[in-house]
Nanobody, 121 residues
């Protein structure tokens, strides 16, 4: 199994910054991709940003130029640097990892418990 530990959420004023971290642990053979999703009240969960094992990144249009995703392969950790935060960025942010737990196991999704990000004055 793979466990994900998220940190870094909180309350910030508009225009401020936050950095989210997600560390994967457990029986990890390989990690294909890591990413962040968010869900605001009354809305569907959406992809915020993702990064592959080859460091290819993908961002939601609403966060391009403001958010940066990165990963530390040695630590099995993914980061989301969020700058110029807006009130509409308020949501629960969840880490997602696509990983294999053995050479003979297929890749599957693992999810963190979620961390609240609130942007408010």
């Amino acid at each position: 199994q793979v466990q994900l530990a998220e940190s870094g959420g909180g309350l910030v004023q508009p225009g401020g910054s936050l950095r989210l971290s997600c560390a994967a642990s457990g029986t990890i053979f390989s990690i294909n991709a890591m990413g962040w999703y968010r869900q605001a009240p009354g809305k569907q969960r959406e992809l915020v940003a993702a990064i592959t094992s080859g460091d290819t990144t993908n961002y939601a249009d609403s966060v391009k130029g403001r958010f940066t995703i990165s990963r530390d392969n040695a630590k099995n950790t993914v980061y989301l640097q969020m700058n110029s935060l807006k009130t509409e960025d308020t949501a629960v942010y969840s880490c997602n990892v696509i990983a294999r737990t053995g050479w003979n196991r297929g890749a599957r999704d693992y999810w963190g418990q979620g961390t609240q990000v609130t942007v408010s004055s």
